[in-house]
């Protein structure tokens, strides 16, 4: 997948970023950043792969993906489809690719619910607009 892009610096100034241990701040910062993710905030990574590529345990990861969805309210983790969807992700990832890439990203997306949680999030009404084409 791999998403050609850059973070939004000013993540360091978003005061819910600034409450979070470094650990947190490190595994979001990974979940915007590591090789799966798409255009489009919404990817799938299994735990295991997530605990390899960041030397934890698997219960660590499921912990650090506990806190970030249920206290921060800023993912939603699927663990049938291992899919993971990242709130507000188009104000925090400076996107390079476009329509076509995210299109193609939302066809793959196998919980649609995740669409919704992240379209719930999004200000652009065109982006919104294409999110609302992919809700069943």
């Known amino acids: 997948m791999g998403n050609r892009g850059g973070i ?3 993540i360091w ?7 979070m241990s470094a650990e947190e701040r490190t595994f979001f910062l990974y979940l915007l950043t590591n090789s799966q993710t798409t255009s489009i905030g919404i990817y799938p990574i299994s735990k295991i792969q997530i605990a ?10 499921q912990a650090l993906l506990d806190r970030l969805g249920l ?8 663990p049938e489809t291992n899919e993971v969807a990242i709130k507000n992700w188009e104000k925090l990832i400076l996107l390079d690719g476009g329509k076509k890439a995210m299109i193609t990203a939302l066809q793959e997306v196998n919980d ?4 919704s949680y992240v379209m719930e999030s999004i200000d652009d009404p065109k982006i919104c607009s294409l999110y609302k084409s992919f809700c069943h």
Do not use: A, C, Q, T
């Open 13 to 19: 100034d978003n005061p819910m970023f600034k409450k």
């Open 8 to 10: 939004n610096v000013e």
């Open 112 to 115: 649609h619910s995740l669409i």
């Open 71 to 78: 206290e921060y309210e800023l993912i939603r983790y699927n």
């Open 52 to 61: 390899l590529e960041l030397g934890v345990s698997k219960e660590r990861v």
